[in-house]
């Protein structure tokens, strides 16, 4: 029997090391699924990445509750000034801390635009990115989504900031 409940415990552990794998995968994906449908003009397809009651805020710019809002921000004219006139939403890996059915990131945002005088491509913001996700039956969404200028604000440089533990060390996992 030893043997038996050794080998069922391996399984187990490598279970769920899986589990955490896919949900790193899968929330990679969530992420990288942003700039395609937002720099096409597919609302509805971006504000599928969110719950129906997620949030997304633009700091100081706007902000959007829910699906509705985040449909309307790419359907409204200056979003969609910005992609006829060349426009791309890139954003970096994220670093994710998942914990059961939610999980927490951080990450960078970079909007690159095309200057036809130029016959370039140029950076217009970098931006910083803290994430909320919840798996729902739909799989991994978006829950909130806060991104602000990395324009020297401490406050928009605080959101790459490792969250602090209940000891109220740095945690970098």
Request: charged share 25%; with cysteine; hydrophobic share 40%.
């Amino acid at each position: 029997m030893r043997e038996t409940d050794e080998l069922r415990t391996a399984v187990e552990i490598l279970a769920a090391k899986v589990r955490a794998l896919e949900d790193q995968v899968e929330i990679m994906q969530l992420v990288a699924q942003y700039g395609p449908p937002v720099d096409s003009g597919s609302g509805e397809a971006t504000a599928a990445l969110w719950t129906d009651d997620g949030t997304f805020d633009a700091v100081p710019h706007l902000r959007m509750r829910g699906r509705d809002d985040i449909t309307g921000m790419v359907h409204g004219d200056g979003h969609q000034s910005l992609i006829r006139n060349g426009c791309g939403h890139v954003l970096t890996v994220p670093h994710i801390a998942v914990d059961g059915d939610h999980a927490t990131g951080r990450s960078y945002a970079l909007n690159i635009r095309w200057d036809a005088d130029a016959d370039r491509f140029w950076v217009a913001r970098v931006s910083a990115n803290t994430w909320r996700w919840a798996r729902t039956p739909q799989g991994w969404r978006i829950t909130e989504r806060i991104n602000a200028n990395l324009d020297g604000t401490a406050e928009h440089r605080d959101l790459l900031a490792p969250p602090a533990t209940d000891d109220g060390h740095l945690e970098d996992k």
